[in-house]
């Protein structure tokens, strides 16, 4: 059965701080791994990584993939307290009759105090 | 992008009753997904709605209490039947456009079933 884990499940810290979250995964097929952020309802889309080692930077945010290993960091730097919000790891698998299904992680709750 | 939207946006429904969610896409896409996020928990993949043909459900959901309908390729909707409170959740429509990187989500429709 195909698993996306992440972890931590909560992160507390203060504005300033760097975190790191972390999504691990089993799948057959693996094709890409996306990071979203949740804030209210709707998960808007930060990244999405297929090699191995390829830093994906945007802004304070970074992630990288490692498919040996099997897993994926998020890394935002500086934080904000926009930054608070639930975290969302997926892993889009190859499939013949649905191109595009991914498989989220439990996600990682993010809430950066002032 | 794609911009979606959903109706309604929220919903406090009478168990044993049904409700209809729609999902409007503002321009022609190759899938259409649903997933459902229970409280406090994470994405999951309800079914593919597939234009012109009965949906690909994900193991745990039947079409008797899913229906899903997607007449063209803007637009499809999802039925919760026979409404229980276990049924409370968020119900996103998703979209994936053959060469973009990401999968849109919707605004989502927060149901609530006493």
Redesign the interface.
Known sequence: EDKVVQSPLSLVVHEGDTVTLNCSYEVTNFRSL?W?KQEK?????LF?LTSSGIEKKSGRLSSILDKKELFSILNITATQTGDSAVY?C?V?KRSD???????????TRLMVKP | SAVISQKPSRDICQRGTSLTIQCQVDSQVTMMFWYRQQPGQSLTLIATANQGSEATYESGFVIDKFPISRPNLTFSTLTVSNMSPEDSSIYLCSVYRTGDVEQYFGPGTRLTVT
């Open positions: 996306l979203y309802k709707a998960p808007t889309f999405m969302l997926a889009n009759n649905a191109g595009n299904m991914l498989t989220f992680g439990g996600g």
